[in-house]
T-cell receptor, first 114, second 115 residues
Framework: NAGVTQTPKFRVLKTGQSMTLLCAQD?????MYWYRQDPGMGLRLIHY???????AKGEVPDGYNVSRLKKQNFLLGLESAAPSQTSVYFC?????????????FGPGTRLTVL | AQSVAQPEDQVNVAEGNPLTVKCTYS??????LFWYVQYPNRGLQFLLK??????LVKGSYGFEAEFNKSQTSFHLKKPSALVSDSALYFC?????????????FGTGTRLQVFP
């Protein structure tokens, strides 16, 4: 099993360009999350989904959109990239509904916005 | 609001010595606490969790953590450090209900184990 995969691994954008990050999982987990990791700030939640067709805002949602059309995929979109969105992005999944379980993380996408 | 604090940006320890990475928490209600490790250029890996029960929790790679309710702490420990333990460690607390299972992460502590 691949677990949680993220595409692409690296990307460089110019200010104003758009892109979509893909998170795919083969663990049949209901819950999926997008985080960004910045030095000295830990991980901050951008958006999350508790099931196919549902999404919700996290701590830092501005400038991002998400979609969960299929249970196994969670897409993160940047419509008009800004230098402040330079970060490492992580997707995570969880077999949710009990509160006891841990999240499983993908390998990350390193995004640079010039 | 739930939160966790990791007061040390970096911890240095010699190989073979015991290590401690500190975490304190602030929650309303019973805390659900987690430790994760991140090796260079990798995603986070789960180490251990405290949900309820024994205050000493054992996890992966020989790590353990002690839940202390009176001190609102959940420090990560290992009796004998290895150079391969060098990594970034994150403490986290569950926020919200089991219907969302969101995590709030600390800022991370870099552990450096010297040969």
């Amino acid at each position: 099993n691949a677990g949680v995969t993220q595409t692409p691994k690296f990307r460089v954008l110019k200010t104003g360009q758009s892109m979509t990050l893909l998170c795919a999982q083969d663990m049949n987990h209901e819950y999926m999350y997008w985080y960004r990791q910045d030095p000295g700030m830990g991980l901050r939640l951008i958006h999350y989904s508790v099931g196919e067709g549902t999404t919700a805002k996290g701590e830092v949602p501005d400038g991002y959109n998400v979609s969960r059309l299929k249970k196994q995929n969670f897409l993160l979109g940047l419509e008009s990239a800004a230098p402040s969105q330079t970060s490492v992005y992580f997707c995570a999944t969880l077999n949710g509904g009990t509160g006891n379980n841990e999240q499983f993380f993908g390998p990350g996408t390193r995004l640079t916005v010039l | 609001a739930q939160s966790v604090a990791q007061p040390e940006d970096q911890v240095n320890v010699a190989e073979g010595n015991p290590l401690t990475v500190k975490c304190t928490y602030s929650v309303s209600g019973n805390p659900y606490l987690f430790w994760y490790v991140q090796y260079p250029n990798r995603g986070l890996q789960f180490l251990l969790k405290y949900i309820t029960g024994d205050n000493l929790v054992k996890g992966s790679y020989g790590f353990e953590a002690e839940f202390n309710k009176s001190q609102t702490s959940f420090h990560l420990k290992k009796p004998s450090a290895l150079v391969s333990d060098s990594a970034l460690y994150f403490c986290a607390v569950r926020e919200g209900s089991y219907n969302t299972d969101k995590l709030i992460f600390g800022t991370g502590t870099r552990l450096q184990v010297f040969p």
